[in-house]
């Protein structure tokens, strides 16, 4: 594969105000400013906050406030959790997204599904498209709108260049419209990314489904620039147990640490640990130093 060149015009950090930040978040932050500062990308910080029984204020503080703490700085996007509530939360956005579905639909691309929670985990996370044949109406009460994926290849951009990936089974019929009538996620990631004009995606190894997601419901679009977007999908830090870590616990949160008097070097020095390294680390570009490939 021929490297991609390494210049680009955005790229962003999405956090999702769903629980307090933690070590494994820092890491993915840590490594979108160091890949845009060697690539001349500007940084957007977009707040992730559709889901709206998960957003609790004290979530989107801490955003800001750790950061602040990390000294990571960002180009656009809200300064504070007001500028976040008064012109950049998602729901100002909706009409975006709405406009989105309508294209799909008039492009066939849709179709609605009525499973419930407790059929769908029969099929151990494959949706088999129990309802593709149905035939029932995009507006049935109670229902997801799915998206019909008839591509068996995708074409995804790497740092290391153009990858040619076959779908996964578990990536077909995913839902872009949930029940309550508000787009989900793969949808709202997609189109912020071409409104925004963000050409660079920094991601942990986990979200890889996603990538190939967004790239199939991107191709529905037709001519917009995602196509064109380069991933970067980093390791994950893993906690003692072999599990990744997650915003459920608490004792990874930067919050926590630092009210038990962890310092900025301390943590960073953490995030070397858990990723192999024996270095003492001051500074997130030290940190990035000791993470990223040599040759980016």
């Not at 929670?117 to 309802?131: D, E, S």
């Not at 109406?137 to 995804?156: C, F, H, K, Q, Y």
């Not at 599990?243 to 009210?259: F, H, N, P, V």
């Not at 990723?275 to 997130?284: A, P």
């Amino acid at each position: 594969m021929q490297p991609v060149p390494l210049t680009f015009n955005k790229t962003r950090i999405a956090p999702t105000p769903s629980g307090f930040l933690h070590l494994g978040n820092v890491l993915s932050f840590v490594l979108t400013a160091a890949l845009a500062r060697q690539t001349g990308a500007k940084i957007l910080l977009r707040i992730d906050d559709l889901d709206r029984e998960r957003v609790k204020p004290e979530y989107v503080q801490d955003i800001f406030d750790i950061l602040n703490f990390l000294e990571i700085s960002w180009d656009e996007g809200p300064r504070n959790a007001d500028e976040y509530r008064n012109e950049w939360s998602q729901i100002y956005r909706v009409e975006l997204y709405q406009d989105a579905l309508k294209s799909l639909e008039q492009g066939g691309h849709l179709f609605a599904c009525t499973c419930s929670r407790a059929q769908l985990q029969q099929n151990t996370n494959i949706y088999p498209g129990t309802c593709l044949h149905k035939n029932l109406p995009l507006n049935t009460p109670d229902s997801n709108l799915r998206l019909i994926n008839d591509a068996g290849e995708i074409s995804v951009n790497t740092l290391s260049g153009k990858q040619i990936i076959t779908v996964p089974p578990e990536m077909n019929y995913f839902v872009v419209r949930k029940k309550d009538g508000m787009p989900a996620y793969q949808l709202t990631s997609v189109c912020d990314d071409i409104h925004f004009g963000v050409d660079l995606v920094v991601r942990g190894l986990d979200l890889w489904p996603s990538t190939l997601a967004q790239s199939q419901l991107a191709a529905k679009f037709g001519n917009n620039t995602f196509a064109e977007t380069v991933f970067y999908h980093h390791p994950l830090l893993m906690a003692a147990d072999g599990q990744k870590l997650s915003k459920s616990a608490g004792d990874t949160s930067i919050k926590y640490l630092r009210e038990q008097g962890k310092s900025l070097a301390d943590i960073y020095t953490m995030i070397a640990r858990l990723s192999g390294k024996t270095h003492q680390v001051n500074n997130w570009q030290q940190l990035s130093q000791l993470l990223l490939p040599s040759d980016f």
